[in-house]
């Protein structure tokens, strides 16, 4: 069959097996060999390369993490439902770790890989998950994207996200309907896809009043309360001109208000305060906090339903949630 390819044995096992990334075109040149050739992959060894062990892998990036946790809450009482173990990684934002965590599941002959948590994406490491992908197909697994954008369409994946720019938007455009222009977005992380999807909503907005997203205001960082405290005390120290802070998460909208009511600034006589992924503590803060509704829960057990249903949809599954936002006290008209 290599002959019949014009390529080397070691291409045409790459291709059967998905192991390794091989040009599309070489790739093509083998499937056809292989159906000129009638070729039958021997069923003893598919069937054993296939073996499952029955269990979900959900790689994340900190499960203390309030936004992870509730994600791999429905994760865990879904693959429980399913009859399957849940096994739960942690790679605190660490690429290289995650990429490891991943071949070390395909090794353990995992029945999907749920990825949830974003990592700044570079085109190597895009590549190297595609190359993945591909790779856990080929074992009788599949790769699940939880909350994450999907990779290129020929991907074998499974991919449940939700309006991550559509809920941005949408606060925004509620922060702008009650009066506000100098809107602080607060937390943006360069090359991490929620990050770009939650600016390109919150610039969409500024657009659509015929606004522009000024530096100043666009203040990068993590998304951590730790950072959120920092950050919005040097917005005080100074002195920016704002009226609003749209958090990128909630965790750092709870270090923005202890920073304001530490420095006597009024929440939201002053300054209004929203937040982003409406978690448990949003409604505990003071004062409450308007945020953009993610459904956690739901994200977890659709990503295991829909992994463990893949045989009906072999080139790909994709489902998009929507998001919406929850109004409370922490936000209001501007002081005149």
């Known amino acids: 069959m290599a002959a019949r390819a014009g390529v080397s044995p070691a291409t045409v096992s790459r291709v059967i097996g998905g192991t390794y ?4 075109a070489t790739r093509a040149r083998v499937r056809r060999a292989m159906r000129e050739l009638d070729y039958v992959i021997n069923a003893n060894a598919r069937a054993l390369a296939v073996a499952t062990s029955n269990t979900v892998a959900f790689v994340v990036n900190d499960i203390t993490g309030p936004f992870f946790a509730h994600i791999a809450r429905g994760v865990e009482e879904q693959a ?11 790679t605190h934002g660490d690429a290289g770790r995650e990429l490891a965590v991943i071949n070390l599941m395909r090794e353990q002959r995992a029945e999907a890989v749920i990825l949830v948590g974003g990592v700044p994406e570079t085109p190597e490491y895009l590549q190297r998950m595609v190359t993945l992908a591909h790779s856990l197909e080929a074992s009788g697994s599949r790769l699940v994207l939880c909350g994450r954008p999907a990779l290129e369409a020929d991907v074998p994946q499974t991919v449940v996200e939700y309006d991550n720019e559509g809920g941005a938007f949408a606060l925004t455009s509620y922060l702008l309907s009650i009066g ?7 937390g943006t992380v360069a090359g ?9 909503g919150y610039e969409r907005a500024l657009a659509g009043r015929g606004l522009t997203a000024e ?3 666009m203040v990068k960082g993590t998304f951590t309360r730790e950072f959120g405290y ?4 040097d917005l005080l120290d100074r002195k920016v001109a704002f009226s609003a802070i749209f958090a990128m998460t909630d965790m750092v909208a709870a270090g923005a208000l202890f920073a304001l009511r530490e420095a006597g600034v009024g929440v939201p006589d002053d300054v209004s305060v929203v937040g982003y992924d409406d978690i448990p503590l949003a409604e505990d ?3 409450p906090l308007t945020t953009v509704h993610v459904p956690h829960e739901e994200l977890g057990r659709a990503a295991v339903r829909m992994a463990l249903q893949r045989s009906e949809h072999p080139s790909g599954q994709y489902l998009k949630m929507g998001t ?4 409370r006290d922490s936000a209001g008209p501007p002081r005149t």
């Open 230 to 233: 920092a950050a919005t005390r």
């Open 324 to 327: 919406h936002v929850v109004i």
């Open 180 to 186: 506000h222009e100098r809107i602080v977005l607060l």
């Open 215 to 217: 530096a100043e205001l």
């Open 192 to 200: 991490m896809p929620t990050s770009t999807a939650r600016v390109h």
């Open 80 to 90: 429980t439902a399913e009859g399957r173990l849940c096994l739960v990684c942690t």
């Open 285 to 287: 803060l003071y004062p």
């Open 21 to 24: 990334p091989v040009a599309t």
